[in-house]
């Protein structure tokens, strides 16, 4: 609407009057503390900071400054190269049955159209399967469009199955000979934000050009899909224009620190969180909250004394697009030979913490009931079931077999921001921040002052 | 994050299980009936439509072959010239203290900055007033930055007095010599999506470049501020490109039709909506649902028996950027000596009605009981207050005095999607747009049988 109120004889002097009380801004809930001032520092002062990146480098220094300013030991930027990708500029839209202008963003690892765009038929598919279930060659010259159904769910569970879409639907529509994939981002929201993320390009696949749109575009399409199956309108034909391209031994890095415990013979205990962020947002859900909780944490459980163990933070690089050279591998190279007795890491936004699993051997059910108890007050749940670390601890949990404990968000509303523009620091809850904190300093003081033997992990550590 | 969840090893078999049972596609509720179908077909089908478009254009010949398929009378496009705006390519990043990309939107009636942009430095006011009282002259070379504090409102009373900042923001700032004006998004949503809008240029002022950014990106303009008012940052530094430029002598046009009553001499009730939208999102709650709605109610108004009185639908062209020589003042041109009893516009989405106001002189007390009667059932209050009419329906009732009920709809929600990208079908919610035809076929079915003299309105019709 355009309401009917211009003012139109409305001087000055009215403005004044209208406006003299409004002198607050519309800025959300501001926090207080280390982590907030990180998120908050990361996100205003750095903001996107895409592997690779000039960005991702003021970054590193960045966190190097605040780590020392915070009283950390040993802080250092371990550079290394990886395989990375540079976005591009992006821009589609149908052009028949019908003329509608697409919000889209090209996937991680995606190779650019001409630079004119690739017109072409699109196919609708309502699910990986079917288009899994297409004819060899069905789909030459043509762009694949995979729908699907992602819900909401607590744990972020839907993240694993749908995010498939993302990360296998391109090699599949390739070996289907198609030119090109768009797929409904794998987000639950409803906002005109597609959501990115890397897809990965199986053995023998020609990578293609390969985007996602947002869901209400996704909705559109598939409401035209279905006029062009009941034959009441022509089939969907796309102009795509994505020319981001793969950036591969691109500069990343590390920030490492450390606060030395009682007994630095000890093996550690190693926290993480990522630095790097996809280029849409600011990256304050992913992952500038992580290594705020992570350092915030480490911090807190000093208080009331130095822990026995060394607790060493770990910021990693090229967490979003790192795969197998990513910060995380590189820590391995590093520090692999290095004693660790468990690692942890934050990377699922900064709502607040509900539950707690582990992989602990059976001699450390003793130290898995006192970590349970610590966060009992706080009602966090343990859970039974495979434990899952994270991107940037992994490779360390599979090079040792490390003892790991999960500290599981509310992931309800994480995909709704996770990979889009929306990922701003305005998400982020300055309450829900410091819960989480709270909780990962429960944890800190209780594994990082055990004196016993930590084991080595068991069961499903899954990659 | 990115899940270590990677099925590495997952063949086509196990993806056949993972999807298999996912068919039905993330689609949102779907409506049906005469409304849903004018809503659904014009964003599907046609999409956005900005005034004086091809798109337009396009529109008009789907609403006339739509009415006439519905069974109305007297269809005509009725064509007229109109001021309008195009957009152009829009790209807006701080350069200083920090790199940070801006999500803008140019407000129509921008000016063109040059192609490679406008760099200068940025210069923060915390409100309107606070821009009105800067020097003249001080913002020489300057790009003015001007925050505010909206906040929802169940009938949008935020949009007059915030609305103001894009509305009168843009000439104030040209006043005192700025080079270009950007605004915080007169909108209440925390989405990446600034909402563009009409500006105006008041007269004896040169018109600059103006743009909108999204709430987290003037949230973060306002935490660089602070830094900037502390002494911690240098000065904000744009570089700011928006090309969208006026577009004199457009096309446009009115899409007029009638369900002639069983007396057409008796004067006429005029419903309206307005046919075109903002280029960014697909024009769902503005306003396809006010056309939904106004027509869907016309012809559910039949039921039982035909009006007394002759109703008439307007779906307006240009009302975004119509100022004074829109549709509603188009109607006038064509239409203004022919007799009308009342006017009535749906243009605030299609969240429920919950008020009803009226301008009735007080001979038609009679009439109004018999409004509010057929409305209480549904728990629709009346209000005391001016009426509003709109936009569209403005012109005629201030050029016969037209007597104007206002269906007020729930606008809690309207300034999270209003002129952004996001104003898609999915926001539209199929029971809520139900309930909407409903109320206003209860009041139509009063007021279009009315055998009684429906008298002149009284009172504040706002302009």
Redesign the interface.
């Known amino acids: 609407?355009?309401?009917?109120?211009?003012?139109?004889s409305?001087g000055?002097a009215a403005?004044?009057v209208?406006?003299?009380s409004?002198?607050?801004?519309?800025?959300?809930a501001q926090g207080s503390g280390v982590a907030w001032d990180i998120v908050?520092g990361l996100?205003?002062?750095?903001?996107?900071r895409i592997a690779g990146s000039e960005?991702e480098a003021r970054a590193r220094a960045w966190g190097e400054a605040k780590l020392k300013a915070l009283g950390f030991s040993n802080v250092e930027i371990e550079p290394f190269r990886t395989g990375a990708w540079q976005r591009g500029p992006e821009l589609a839209r149908l052009t028949a049955p019908?003329?509608?202008?697409l919000?889209i963003t090209a996937l991680g690892y995606s190779v650019p159209t001409p630079a004119d765009g690739l017109k072409a038929e699109l196919v609708y598919f309502?699910?990986?399967?079917?288009l899994?279930?297409a004819p060899d060659g069905s789909l030459k010259g043509k762009v694949a469009f995979v729908?699907?159904?992602?819900?909401r769910a607590q744990d972020?569970s839907g993240?694993?199955?749908y995010?498939?879409v993302r990360?296998?639907g391109p090699s599949m529509a390739s070996r289907k000979g198609a030119a090109g994939i768009v797929i409904?981002s794998a987000g639950t929201d409803?906002?005109?934000?597609p959501h990115t993320?890397?897809t990965?390009w199986m053995k023998g696949t020609t990578p293609i050009p390969a985007g996602a749109v947002s869901?209400?575009d996704?909705?559109?399409i598939?409401?035209?899909a279905a006029?062009v199956a009941a034959g009441k309108a022509a089939p969907m034909q796309i102009d795509l224009t994505l020319l981001g391209k793969p950036f591969p031994n691109a500069p990343s890095g590390n920030v490492v620190a450390e606060l030395p415990g009682r007994d630095p013979s000890l093996p550690i205990v190693l926290v993480a969180c990522h630095l790097d962020s996809w280029d849409l947002?600011?990256g304050a859900i992913?992952?500038a909250s992580g290594c705020g909780i992570v350092t915030a944490a480490a911090l807190a459980a000093q208080e009331g004394g130095k822990t026995l163990r060394t607790i060493r933070v770990l910021w990693s690089g090229n967490?979003?697009m790192?795969m197998r050279n990513g910060g995380g591998a590189h820590y391995v190279q590093v520090h692999g030979k290095e004693p660790h007795a468990l690692a942890m890491e934050s990377?699922?936004?900064a709502d607040r913490v509900w539950q707690v699993k582990n992989n602990f051997a059976p001699a450390n059910k003793a130290l898995a009931d006192k970590v349970n108890a610590a966060l009992w007050p706080m009602g966090i749940v343990p859970h039974e079931g495979p434990v899952?670390?994270?991107?940037d601890v992994?490779p360390i949990i599979r090079e040792q077999k490390l003892a790991v404990i999960d500290l599981g968000q509310d992931g309800t509303h994480y995909f709704d921001l996770?990979h889009?523009?929306?990922d701003?620091?305005?998400?982020v809850d300055p309450a829900a921040l410091q819960q989480n904190v709270d909780a990962w300093t429960a944890v800190l003081k209780v594994v990082a002052n055990e004196t016993g033997d930590i084991a080595k992990g068991v069961g499903g550590e899954?990659?």
């Open positions: 609407m355009t309401r009917s109120l211009f003012p139109r409305l000055a403005l004044t209208l406006f003299a409004t002198a607050a801004n519309a800025t959300p908050e996100t205003t002062e750095i903001g996107p960005a019908y003329q509608q202008p919000a309502p699910t990986l399967a079917a899994e279930a729908d699907h159904a992602m819900r972020g993240y694993g199955p995010g498939n990360r296998l409904r409803s906002n005109r934000d993320g890397s990965m869901n209400p996704a909705d559109m598939a409401r035209i006029r947002g600011t992913d992952d967490e979003e790192g990377d699922f936004g899952e670390g994270g991107a992994g996770h889009t523009p929306d701003t620091l305005d998400k899954e990659e």
